[in-house]
Every structure is written in C-alpha cells, then in structure tokens.
C-alpha cells in the first residue's frame, strides 16, 4: 500500500488518471523521474555516489537482476539525473530492476546500502591521504540516512576502504556484523587472475587471499594458496623472486590503471554486484572483506562468511610467521590512521 497520501497522489499521476489542473507537464516529468512511489515489495540496493565506481556497481547489479529497486543517491543532483536515465536504458532488454532517484532517507530504508561517494586517488597518491575528505562524507551521508532500517547491510567502498569501515560500523548506528567494506576482495581477484594466468588455469580454480588492508600493507597468504585444492607449490612451484613479482604486481595495480585511466571501476563493479547477491540470496559465501575484529578494535579483511545478516563469521586463517608479522604491521599501521584521525595531532598524522 502507498505509505502517505503524497505517495498515493504520485502513484495516480502515474496510473491511468489525468493530472490536476494546476500540475504542469514539466511537474508531471519531474515527479515521474524523481519520486516514482515506493510500496513494491522486494529485495532495495541504494548506491550513494554514482561517479565512476557507482555506476559500474549500479550497471552490474541491474544486470544481475537481483534487486527489485536500485535507488542512485549523488551530491551532483543533474549528474545523478543523468546517470539514472542512462541507466534506465540499459534495462529494455529483459532486466526489470526499477532505478530511480532516491533520498537520504529512503537509501537508509533499504536491504543494501552500496557507500561509493568521495573522491578517487590521484595517481601515485597513497589512500590514506584520501582520509579526511572521504570521512567527512560518510558522516554527513550516515547523519542523514539514520536510523537505518534494521536489518540493512552497509557495504563501503569509499576509500581508504579500511578506515572508511571502521568508521561507518562507529558512526552508522548498525550492528558491526552489518557493516563491511569491500576491503581486499579486489586484490584477491587481481591475484587470482595473475595465478590463473602463470598456471593456465581459470581464475575461479585458484583458492587465495589477500588480506590486511585494501592498500599497499596488503599480504598474500601464500601458504593457503591451492589450485584446484592442490597446495599451490605442487602445481605451479614459484621462488621467492617471483612472489615478490606477483605480489608487487596485484599490490599496484590499481596505481598503474589510475595513472593511465583516471580511474578502476569494472573490476569493483563486479565484486560487489557478487557480494549483493551472497547478501540477498543467503548465499554463505567465503570473502576476504574488511570487517570489524573485536580483538584488534579494527577494520581489515579476512576470510568471512556472508549471508543475509552480513558477517555470519569471521574464519580464522593459518598463516605463517612471516605472513603473520606481516599482517600485524598492516592493522598496526590501520590503527595508526585511525587513531590519528579521531586524535589530530601534527606529530602522528605527519607520519601518515
Ligand atoms: N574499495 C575499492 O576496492 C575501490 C576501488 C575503486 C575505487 N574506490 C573508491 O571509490 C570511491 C569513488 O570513486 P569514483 O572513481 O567513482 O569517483 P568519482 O569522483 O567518479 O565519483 C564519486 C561520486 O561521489 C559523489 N559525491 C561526493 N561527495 C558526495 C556526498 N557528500 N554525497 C553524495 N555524493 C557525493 C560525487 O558527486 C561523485 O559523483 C573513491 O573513494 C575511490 O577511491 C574503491
């Protein structure tokens, strides 16, 4: 049923009854574009920021079809305009998500709510320097959306995605099992391709993990890498040498595809129409997503579980020693940034 009578009139203009006299065409055509009524029933994805990022992830998920609604949210009200209209193209072919405008407080509404908006690494420019201008932006965006609605799933993008996390599971009022980023899921995929690729295998034979930060303190749990379920050394035997080269090329391939692109969104679009679907459809998948460790009071990323409520579990992964250290220093420096953020001080934040 419509939920007020603001609605219920929309929904006639919409239907087969004729305007009211004092409704202009040009009125009619906004309204029809930016306040569709909203009583469908089905699964709501709400993407906040629909620059580059947003749009491949919109694009993917209408494309999925896992959605009833896809509501697009952006600073740029005529951008976003654009970008809805363009997007509502896309879906004549079969695809019957509704995409719409929506408002801060119908995305906090819905089951998924997809965080893109802030701006994108400069090239050659660490994420953490994109700190304090992307955390202004959350918190303006959760102030707004709040209270959420009670079972909905805030899945951030926003970089520096582990910071951002951490952040939104202090700042959004959800359960922190409800919040995650899409953390290391992207270097996970990045590595597998390049495993695949070195094995002549498909990406999807390859089991690994990058986990730590969604940035360059990342490591690769090389004594968990298996192709086909074969420890990996038994079926591609690679030296220290080539490790190194491996993880040197997933740990920048973002910087080189920024330096020449401006920008990475296919690959991201992809991970997280995936992660929508693990969320809707319960599906229990195992991700590397950046999540919140009680015993660290940090946001990284290590194996979870995800389902409808979120993070069903956090598994813990063996690593070794080296492994191990070397993932110790990556949340240490995440706990550097954030303490640093929530306590400004010149000395701390000059080491950042
Ligand atoms: N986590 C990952 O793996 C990953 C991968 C790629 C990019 N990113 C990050 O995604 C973010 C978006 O990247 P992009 O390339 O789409 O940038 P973009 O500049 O193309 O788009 C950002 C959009 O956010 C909007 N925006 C800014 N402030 C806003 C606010 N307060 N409210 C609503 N909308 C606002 C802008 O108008 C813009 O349309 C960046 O932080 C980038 O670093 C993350």
């Given at each position: 049923?419509?939920?007020?009578?603001?609605?219920?009139?929309?929904?006639?203009?919409?239907v087969d009854h004729p305007p009211p006299v004092n409704v202009s065409p040009s009125h009619i055509y906004t309204l029809s574009h930016t306040h569709i009524m909203s009583d469908f029933s089905g699964p709501r994805i709400a993407i906040i920021g629909i620059g580059k990022v947003g749009a491949a992830v919109a694009y993917s998920i209408i494309h999925r079809?896992?959605?009833?609604?896809?509501?697009?949210?952006?600073?740029?009200?005529?951008?976003?305009?654009?970008?809805?209209?363009?997007l509502r193209d896309s879906t004549s072919f079969g695809v019957s998500p509704r995409v719409r405008p929506g408002t801060w407080k119908e995305c906090g509404q819905c089951d998924i709510i997809v965080?893109?908006?802030?701006?994108?690494?400069?090239a050659g420019e660490s994420r953490l320097s994109l700190l304090q201008r992307n955390?202004?932006?959350?918190?303006?965006?959760?102030?707004?959306?709040?209270?959420?609605?009670?079972?909905?799933?805030?899945?951030?993008?926003?970089?520096?995605?582990?910071?951002?996390?951490?952040?939104?599971?202090?700042?959004s009022g959800l359960p922190a099992s409800q919040v995650f980023g899409s953390g290391t899921i992207l270097d996970t995929?990045?590595?597998?391709?390049?495993?695949?690729?070195?094995?002549?295998?498909?990406?999807?034979?390859?089991?690994?993990?990058?986990?730590?930060?969604?940035?360059?303190?990342?490591?690769?749990?090389?004594?968990?890498?298996?192709?086909?379920?074969?420890?990996?050394?038994?079926?591609l035997p690679l030296d220290l040498d080539e490790k190194h080269e491996v993880a040197e090329f997933v740990r920048f391939k973002a910087d080189r595809l920024n330096k020449v692109k401006g920008e990475t969104s296919f690959g991201i679009g992809a991970v997280i129409s995936s992660i929508c679907t693990s969320i809707l459809l319960d599906e229990r998948h195992v991700?590397?997503?950046?999540?919140?460790?009680?015993?660290?009071?940090?946001?990284?990323?290590?194996?979870?579980?995800?389902?409808r409520r979120g993070i069903v579990r956090s598994l813990d992964i063996l690593l070794d020693e080296d492994e191990q250290a070397s993932l110790e220093k990556s949340i240490h420096k995440l706990k550097t940034v954030a303490y640093a953020t929530e306590n400004p001080e010149p000395v701390i934040a000059s080491r950042l």
């Open positions: 049923m419509p939920r007020t009578w603001t609605d219920t009139s929309i929904l006639l203009l919409h079809q896992i959605a009833s609604e896809v509501l697009i949210l952006d600073l740029k009200e005529d951008f976003q305009d654009a970008q809805v209209q363009d965080f893109t908006a802030g701006t994108n690494q400069k955390l202004g932006v959350i918190r303006g965006g959760f102030d707004k959306m709040a209270p959420f609605k009670d079972d909905a799933i805030l899945v951030m993008v926003t970089n520096p995605v582990d910071i951002m996390t951490y952040f939104a599971v202090k700042y995929t990045r590595l597998k391709d390049t495993i695949a690729q070195r094995a002549q295998v498909a990406p999807r034979a390859v089991h690994a993990y990058v986990v730590g930060e969604h940035g360059d303190s990342q490591t690769i749990a090389w004594s968990n890498m298996a192709i086909g379920g074969i420890p990996v050394d038994q079926v991700l590397p997503l950046s999540h919140y460790h009680a015993d660290y009071g940090m946001c990284f990323s290590k194996p979870a579980i995800v389902g």
